[in-house]
């Protein structure tokens, strides 16, 4: 009897204990799940587009110690395709575009009468042209300013017109080589939409054409406004 005694009062001791223990644990809830985070925009991967604007150009003319400049200003479409990088964890993006355009550029004002080419008047006119460059911009968020420059060239044409009897008529025309530099702002309307105004300056160099009989010297330059609208495919594409 008396060990039955001491048993059960050193199992109610430890039920007792036990209970005293688990009432000194803090209690601590389950901590609230928390979302994934929603990936931010990036502007790495390829895209492609569609651009329209104005270019304001300038022909600078030389033949038999004469100057005969002109403008052939006109409206430009084309069309653009390239690659973008954006660095891990940085707003820094890298990347390379190509584009090709077609302009109505067409001028035949100039110097008429120069020596050797009576009563003539020397034009130029610019078809087709184009860039490859290479791009760096800094991204905020879906806003991306950027520069770019390379490699530019242009359908050159010179043509010379005869104004009255006795002048000469005649052209040539070559795929002038330059380069190129600008910049723009791009923002991204989707994520796969975007759309872009740009400025850019080419210089095409200075080539030699044999218009009318006449060795005609001439430097081409061009100011450009552009804008554009573009679709930009997934980076993993």
Request: hydrophobic share 40%; no cysteine; net charge negative.
């Amino acid at each position: 009897m008396k060990r039955a005694t001491l048993f059960g009062g050193a199992a109610a001791l430890a039920l007792w204990g036990g209970a005293a223990f688990a009432a000194d644990i803090p209690a601590y809830e389950a901590a609230p799940a928390v979302a994934a985070p929603v990936p931010s925009f990036t502007w790495s991967g390829p895209y492609l587009g569609l651009q329209a604007g104005y270019g304001w150009f300038d022909a600078d003319n030389r033949v038999n110690g004469f100057k005969p400049g002109s403008s052939p200003d006109g409206f430009t479409v084309g069309a653009y395709a390239g690659y973008n990088h954006q660095l891990d964890n940085s707003p820094l993006v890298l990347g390379v575009e190509a584009d090709i355009n077609y302009t109505d550029g067409d001028a035949r004002r100039g110097t008429r009468g120069f020596t050797g080419a009576p009563d003539t008047r020397i034009g130029n006119d610019v078809g087709f042209t184009g860039a490859v460059r290479a791009r760096v911009g800094y991204a905020f968020d879906r806003f991306l300013v950027y520069g770019a420059g390379g490699l530019a060239f242009a359908d050159h044409e010179v043509k010379a017109r005869a104004t009255a009897p006795g002048g000469a008529s005649g052209s040539d025309d070559t795929v002038a080589v330059g380069w190129t530099i600008g910049g723009g702002v791009e923002a991204a309307l989707s994520d796969n939409v975007t759309a872009r105004v740009e400025y850019r300056y080419s210089d095409f160099g200075t080539d030699s054409f044999s218009v009318a009989g006449s060795r005609v010297r001439s430097d081409l330059t061009e100011n450009r406004v552009m804008l554009g609208v573009g679709y930009k495919f997934s980076s993993g594409w």
